[in-house]
């Protein structure tokens, strides 16, 4: 039932609790990625120099292809009913996976933390808008509000969760589409077409932040939702209904947002600050009430998957408490970053892209580590030694954890992050390619290397060790 309480946590889901199709994966991936919130990276991937022809082609393959890893690890779950920081210990070891959870449970807490700053900046300016206040009183009250629903989705759980995307998806379906179309004679193609081409490392960098901006940010998570489907369930259903139902809206949401920023400079440079609330500004005022609505579910509906997310995360470090107390405390962590961002932070984009950038690195690594694992595996996991060291998948798997960490330290290493000061030390690997401030720097080069490095190290290394384990 929606309204009662999820008892599962990180154990195998029981053979009488799987339910499902694959399709029913389209309604919460599609819930969390149809925001308006995804216009904004129109302006966002035009920043790196591209023409909108180039960034069109990046963004499509950027978020496809991202969203598709994600497809690949909701298999999994398919295949061990189990959460996604839970089958990953079948690559790292029990033990070992401890780095990966971290990892997991800092990324989902900061994206909650950005959608709902996100959610509460847009609700602020919709009723500054409207006269309706707008300052600091009503950001409190918007940031109290949203946090409410959010946190009860977490503590809830899975449900209320997959109960909330449906309802999400109708609503914010047709009202962007009405969005978009109220906003549509704001485009001026000359201006668009006029945007000049960048040269091969800004489309580079573009592919990269698409891809970390999308798909690498959910792969963490990927499979706590097709933990439920029954065994019988068609993998390849669940990988096409998970990688349709996330792209689809960002994929029609960029294209719009690239002719709009690419029309309007001022409107680009506004969208660094307050994103959502930048789009509010293009509409009539009888359209506010109802792009506010939009607006805040969209967010709203991707806040609920990472919470839900970063309470397991959570529990997977070792965390002795119920899930529900896990996605209480994820909250409350939420509501303080939400804070930062709405009061303290002086721009958006500045906080988003060392964060997108910096927790891309090392999350890139993990997901090649174990997207070769779930390629070398051909029967389903052993539920039960999942839950046990002395099992079959060991308590570490040293040369996965080595993989992750020379991955992030290499990686690191090929990123840069001019939006934060804090992150300058960044780049260090650099100088071959022209240092910090050449044509390079800007490319991130060190997501796709971590990625890579991750992939083809596990390939190499544990074809062996992964054939033992499913001979025992």
Known sequence: MATSIELNALNTIDESERHGRPRDLFWPWFA???SV?????????????????????????????SFLFCGFISLAGRRGSAPTMVLSRAAFGVEGNRLPSLLSWIL??????????????????VLGELGWGGGTVTQAVTLVVVALVVVAAGVFGFHLVMRLQQVITVLTAVLTVVYVALVAHHIDWASVMSVPAGGMPQVIGGLVFMMTGFGLGWVNMAADYSRYLPRSASGPG???????????????????????????????????VDPIGALATLLPTWFLVPFAIVALAGLVGGAALDIYSSGLALLSLGLPA???????????????????????AESFLGPFQGFLITLGVPVAAWCGVLLADILLRRRDY???????????????????VALVVGGTVIGWG???????????????????????EGEWAWANLGVLVALVIGFVGTLVTTSGAVRRQEHR
Do not use: H, K
């Open 322 to 344: 119920p899930r529900w107390v896990a996605a209480a405390i994820d909250g409350a962590l939420m509501v303080l970053g939400a804070i930062y961002v709405v009061f303290v």
């Open 108 to 125: 989902t807490v900061g994206w909650e933390t950005v959608l709902v700053s996100l959610a509460t900046l847009a609700a602020a300016t």
């Open 32 to 34: 969390a990625n149809v």
């Open 382 to 400: 052993a539920e039960a030694e999942l839950y046990d060291r002395r099992g079959r998948y060991g308590a570490v798997r040293w040369s996965a």
């Open 37 to 65: 919130f995804g216009l904004g990276y129109g302006s966002w991937l035009l920043a790196f120099a591209v023409s909108f022809w180039q960034a069109v082609a990046v963004g499509v393959v950027g978020i496809v292809v």
């Open 414 to 436: 090929l990123v840069t992050n001019a939006y934060a000061g804090w992150l300058g030390w960044q780049g260090y690997l650099l100088g071959p390619l022209g240092g910090r």
């Open 238 to 272: 669940v990988v096409g209904w998970t990688t349709f139902g996330a792209a689809l809206p960002p994929v029609l949401l960029l294209t719009a947002g690239l002719l709009l920023a690419g029309s309007d400079p001022a409107l680009s440079a506004a969208i660094d």
